[in-house]
């Protein structure tokens, strides 16, 4: 469905039962992301929450209204709990997604329950990391001219985004399946302004830091060990920045465990779950 928030009508899918406390997610990869991959991750909370997964705006099948701000997001996330009768929320985010998860947390700290992060950065420092870990690896070669532009925002057009996505795919498996890379990359939605606005506005000023100590919700960070662009360190800082906090690393996985160790990704957050919010009940484990 196509919901109205702060004047941009945004893609939104509600799992679960109407009543049932309310879980958002927001998706990773802005310019590239859609609410197929949070749908993947948390709908299976469904039994447990009412989860709310959606495009932002400016990404997927949403409407693009700039601006494409931290704050922007945010409050579309805000507006989105609000249409869907919650007084609070757990509020859940894998890579880009959990740049604006921790962003609501500092900003709505009234409204958040728990947080789930999933391997993501607490500033711009892991793009740096990255830089590092891609010269080093020998999986593919690429073209740095390319690279450069993608993680400057210096992309022309949603074709250009798609193509500069398919040489980088590889580096984000522990186990790296040409043929499923690619099926991912073909299923994509590629919407270059967002992406540029990312990279060319945000990332610059991007630093929650100084603000984690005071997000007082129970969270869980996850990470894949082999995450090659929000390594594990970016998560450690993330966990001994916010006090109440959980860290789990998947010894399997590279950025995206939920897929590379699905069931145990699941089982999780579950007992994140059983442990933050005892009045879910046994289901949640």
């Known amino acids: 469905m196509f919901v109205n928030i702060n004047g941009a009508r945004l893609n939104v899918e509600v799992l679960g039962e109407e009543g049932a406390p309310v879980l958002i997610a927001h998706h990773g ?3 590239i992301g859609s609410l197929a991959e949070p749908k993947a991750t948390f709908g299976p909370l469904s039994d447990l929450f009412r989860v709310v997964v959606f495009d932002a705006r400016g990404c997927g099948l949403s409407e693009g209204v700039p601006p494409y701000s931290h704050a922007q997001w945010a409050a579309d996330v805000d507006a989105l709990r609000e249409w869907a009768g919650a007084e609070s929320v757990v ?3 894998g890579s880009y997604g959990g740049f604006i998860a921790m962003e609501y947390a500092i900003a709505y700290p ?3 329950r728990a947080m789930i992060l999933r391997d993501t950065s607490p500033d711009r420092t892991n793009l740096e990391i990255a830089h590092e870990n891609a010269r080093k690896q020998t ?11 993608y993680w400057s925002g210096d992309i022309r057009d949603d074709d250009d985004l798609k193509a500069r996505w398919a040489e980088l795919i590889p580096l984000y498996d522990h186990e790296y399946d040409p043929v499923k890379a690619a099926a991912r990359v073909e299923a994509g939605i590629y919407r270059h302004e967002a992406h540029n606005w990312c990279f060319q506005h945000n990332a610059p000023i991007y630093d929650v830091k100084p603000q984690l100590p005071s997000v007082t919700c129970p969270t869980l960070v996850t990470v894949g060990r082999y995450d090659w662009v929000t390594p594990v360190s970016s998560s450690e800082t993330i966990a001994s920045l916010i006090p109440n906090s959980r860290l789990v690393v ?6 995206s465990p939920q897929i590379e160790e699905a069931e145990l990704f699941q089982q999780a957050m579950r007992d994140f779950f059983a442990e933050a919010l005892p009045d879910l009940g046994t289901a949640a484990r």
């Open 250 to 255: 998947f010894e399997k996985s590279g950025h």
């Open 110 to 112: 009234d409204r958040v």
């Open 139 to 149: 999986r593919v070669e690429l073209d740095w001219e390319n690279y450069d532009r």
């Open 91 to 93: 509020i859940a985010g």
């Open 29 to 31: 990869g802005g310019g």
